[in-house]
């Protein structure tokens, strides 16, 4: 394992976790899923909205985390 490379990953997770902070709790959740892989509509399902609904709020979301 490479210390220079698990210290850059560690900083990059604190810096994402900064910025769900301060998004709204269904953008950051649906951020949150889509960086793990979940699809639209399974996060429309975890978050109770179409899939559609799920794919405009990651939009969303990731266009908040782009201006911060």
Do not use: N, W
Not at 41 to 55: F, M, P, T, V
Request: charged letters at 35%; glycine letters at 6%.
């Amino acid at each position: 394992s490479d210390p220079a490379g698990l210290i850059d990953a560690r900083r990059r997770l604190e810096e994402l976790l900064r910025t769900l902070e301060g998004l709204k709790a269904e953008y950051s959740a649906a951020l949150l899923m889509h960086r793990m892989g979940f699809s639209h509509r399974e996060i429309g399902e975890a978050l109770s909205c179409s899939a559609e609904a799920a794919r405009k709020l990651v939009a969303r979301a990731k266009k908040k985390v782009d201006q911060s």
